[in-house]
């Protein structure tokens, strides 16, 4: 069984210089996220050279970046789900008297592939293997071709969900937490028939990887399993002016339902225009880029008639994380936290097993101390016994916040739980939970 610890002590200083097993202190880098700069020292050309000496009797750093939208049109998750996957870091340097330390580093993507892909250049160019990220399949997969599988080095995305993803030729680098949208699409379906009870809908989708593929995979089910009929299927871009025109040609016929997939910075105008020119009779279906509890507020409605399905953090560590997340971050986690902080723990005890701070090294530990086997149970409430456990020879597996964390051939998650949410202004975080459903590959 995984040990329990109290929450108040495990993070107690936490990112403080002088905690046992330390290497340098935590800074800002350009896209607001902290950087663990130990084990770095700038050469007189001005590049960073990992100092890790190799003798037997020196510290060995383990290094771990994570590449998130902290600005951009995902801007608003981006950075809860980055504070998910720079803790468990955190968590273990404030646990301290710990044989390694820890080189972390955070990246922008801004939500856009080219500045994705100078931001990865970057931390392929400073030597990290692993990376929690990127978040939106638009920038992941342009990402994970140009730079992660050129420089060998593991990726493991916690919110990227376009079924491209999964058969990718990734040479095995290339692992995710968060579940495929061939599932989502198939229970937006399930959810817009049983629970909603529509026969008619038209889609609006952001014109990217992610929107393309939802889309198509909510319309093949809605249609060959429930019968449903799609009026329209529209792209639209992110952060325009006004969505007036793309809504118009969606409504045209009177769809019972709207489906929408996008993120928080379109999605504002997308209901304000929504609302200034429908009711709200329609349904409104959106997906786990627009569960954002801001939303209601700066589109200036209640959004009742808007539901939404999304990734359910349902794991065996689900409570440890959470009371975790809520002590460093004054606030509860989100959508993806929860998968953010497993693709990073997973990372950290792949490394430690591999020894070694290369990508196809840490590649070939992923499932061992992932997937399920005899060793010891690690969870977040006992990281840091697990890491050691690791580094002394043992065996673990990991059972995670979102899930089990159980990768299948492809790197994908062999099941998870969704949830089937309202908006709803009455409750905390304007966000009800009304049922949960269970899937499995």
């Known amino acids: 069984m995984a040990r329990k610890i109290d929450r108040r002590d495990v993070l107690k200083g936490a990112g403080t210089a002088g905690v046992v097993g330390l290497a340098g202190c935590i800074t800002q880098n350009s896209g607001g996220g902290e950087t663990d700069s130990g084990g770095m020292e700038e050469t007189e050309s001005g590049d960073m050279e990992d100092t890790e000496s190799s003798d037997s009797g020196s510290m ?47 990246e922008d993507t801004q939500t856009d592939p080219q500045a994705g892909i100078q931001a990865a250049n970057a931390l392929a160019n400073a030597g990290y293997p ?111 002016s006004s969505y007036t025109s793309p809504l ?24 304000r225009d929504f609302y200034a020119n429908y009711n709200n009779d329609t349904d409104v279906l959106v997906t786990d880029g627009l569960v954002d509890p801001t939303l209601p507020d700066e589109v200036g409605n209640d959004m009742a008639n808007v539901f939404a399905t999304t990734p359910q953090a349902t794991g065996p560590g689900q409570e440890e994380f959470a009371s975790l ?60 016994e697990g890491l ?16 089990s964390v159980d990768f299948d051939e492809n790197g994908d998650m062999t099941a998870v739980t969704y949830a089937f949410l309202q908006y709803n202004t009455e409750m905390d975080g304007n966000v009800e939970t009304i049922s949960t459903i269970d899937f499995s590959a």
Do not use: W
Not at 60 to 73: A, E, F
Not at 256 to 270: D, E, K, R, T, W
Not at 388 to 403: F, H, I, K, N
């Open 60 to 106: 060995r750093t383990i290094k771990h970046s994570v590449l998130m939208p902290i600005t951009g049109d995902l801007g608003s998750l981006g950075g809860p789900i980055r504070d998910g996957g720079t803790l468990p870091v955190k968590q273990l340097e404030a646990a301290g008297d710990m044989p390694v330390a820890f080189d972390q580093t955070v």
């Open 130 to 240: 692993t990376v929690t990220g990127p978040a939106s399949s638009g920038v992941n997969l342009q990402v994970t071709r140009q730079v992660f599988i050129p420089n060998s080095m593991v990726g493991c995305s916690p919110s990227s969900t376009s079924p491209n993803v999964t058969n990718l030729d990734d040479d095995d680098l290339i692992f995710r937490t968060a579940p495929s949208d061939a599932l989502q699409g198939q229970v937006m379906a399930q959810v817009a028939d049983g629970e909603l009870g529509n026969s008619t809908a038209s889609i609006m989708y952001v014109n990217n990887d992610y929107g393309q593929a939802l889309a198509d995979s909510f319309e093949s089910a809605f249609v060959d399993n429930y019968s449903g009929s799609v009026q329209a299927s529209v792209a639209f871009e992110q952060e325009q």
């Open 388 to 403: 050691q456990a690791v580094l002394d020879g043992e065996d673990v597996y990991y059972s995670g916040a979102s899930s």
């Open 325 to 384: 997340y809520e002590d460093e971050y004054d606030r509860a986690p989100g959508v993806f936290n929860a998968h953010a902080y497993d693709a990073s723990a997973v990372c950290l005890l792949a490394n430690a097993k591999a020894g070694s701070n290369d990508g196809d090294a840490i590649k070939a530990e992923m499932r061992a101390v992932a997937n399920p086997n005899d060793g010891l149970e690690v969870t977040p409430g006992n990281l840091a």
């Open 248 to 271: 118009s040609t969606a409504m045209n016929d009177s769809p019972s339902m709207l489906v929408v997939i996008g993120y928080p910075a379109s999605g504002i105008q997308i209901f």
